[in-house]
């Protein structure tokens, strides 16, 4: 469990993170959300002190942070950035290889955990274990990034924007992956943002900043259906709040029984996917793959939960 209290961080004069105070329990993802400057970066790097606060303190599983000198604290915190930040004159599987190498695993050790990773991002060992971050895709040197911060597996993951430069497609991936990685494993991750749509579907928890300050913590669904200020009813989007609802629940959470015509939504689709099919293939009715059946019209009740509280 973190345990974040009164954290400030003043640069020269102003706060950038304010008196900020948030708690993610053991196994859940924390998105951080908020405009450009609103204190994300410096309230992450504060955590593992990249960034020494001004005041307040870091709980980890009850631990001060500033017990921990700083180099250790790194080793147990796994951490990944936008643009990888891999070093460039060594090769992938050494660039995994960082912690646990300082933490003085074996070979064998380290070179198991080495594959694992890459087959676990769907690059081929073989192929990939000795090439040079220059030699690899921008998509592939951000999974290589995240799978080195995993490396060691640490039970805390700081993000700061991992997935920014990869293409939606890949990214959906890299997020489902991620969140299967995170829920076996167990790991506590927190996740700084700039995409709703990522901070909804990953976010157990969603922190809103604004000016340094923390305006709102709270699920997703509540962060959409109750936003606490006008600010964070703005970085959502109007127009995207219900697709937003929808991307939060499994299809089959809303299947029943009956029939349907045509080819099923396949097992892991969102609502949101199946109001995308609906409207694509113009059928009212989808049957789920497993069994059911999701109408338009649960959908549409399930997009406007006002509507449907009012009726
Ligand atoms: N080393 C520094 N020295 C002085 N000011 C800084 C420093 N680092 C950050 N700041 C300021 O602190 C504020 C918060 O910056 P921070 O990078 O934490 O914001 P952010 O929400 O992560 O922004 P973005 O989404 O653009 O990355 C900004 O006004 C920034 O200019």
Redesign the pocket.
């Known amino acids: 469990m973190i345990q974040i209290q009164n954290l400030t961080?003043i640069?020269?004069g102003?706060a950038?993170?304010d008196d900020v105070s948030l708690t993610v329990e053991a196994g859940q993802i924390a998105a951080?959300v908020?405009?450009?400057?609103?204190?994300?970066?410096?309230?992450?790097?504060m955590i593992n002190r990249l960034?020494e606060p001004s005041s307040g303190q870091v709980l980890i599983d009850g631990q001060d942070t500033r017990q921990v000198a700083p180099h250790l604290l790194r080793r147990r915190i796994g951490y990944a950035i936008q643009g990888h930040g891999l070093f460039p004159h060594r090769t992938v599987g050494q660039n995994i290889a960082t912690v646990p190498r300082l933490l003085g695993w074996n070979q064998a050790a380290i070179r198991d955990r080495v594959d694992e990773l890459l087959s676990l991002f769907q690059m081929e060992p073989d192929q990939f274990r000795d090439r040079m971050p220059h030699e690899l895709s921008g998509g592939q040197q951000q999974r290589v990034g995240v799978a080195r911060a995993l490396a060691a597996k640490p039970d805390l993951l700081l993000m700061?924007?991992p997935f920014g430069a990869l293409d939606p497609v890949i990214r959906a991936k890299a997020q489902a992956d991620l969140r299967d990685i995170q829920r076996r494993l167990g790991t506590t991750l927190i996740l700084?943002t700039?995409d709703m749509e990522e901070a909804v579907t990953l976010g157990d928890r969603i922190a809103v900043?604004d000016k340094?300050r923390l305006v709102q913590y709270a699920p997703p669904s509540e962060i959409l259906t109750a936003p606490a200020t006008p600010f964070v009813r703005d970085l959502i989007g109007l127009d995207q709040r219900p697709f937003h609802l929808l991307s939060l629940t499994p299809a089959h959470a809303l299947a029943r029984d009956g029939q349907a015509e045509g080819p099923a939504l396949p097992r892991g689709a969102t609502l949101r996917d199946a109001l995308a099919e609906c409207l694509w293939s113009g059928r009212d009715a989808l049957p789920v793959e497993g069994g059911g059946v999701i109408t338009l019209a649960a959908l549409r009740a399930q997009a406007a939960p006002q509507a449907r509280a009012a009726e």
């Open positions: 961080r640069y020269d102003r950038a993170v951080l908020g405009t450009s400057g609103s204190g994300k970066t410096t309230l992450l790097r960034v700061d924007e700084v700039h900043m340094g």
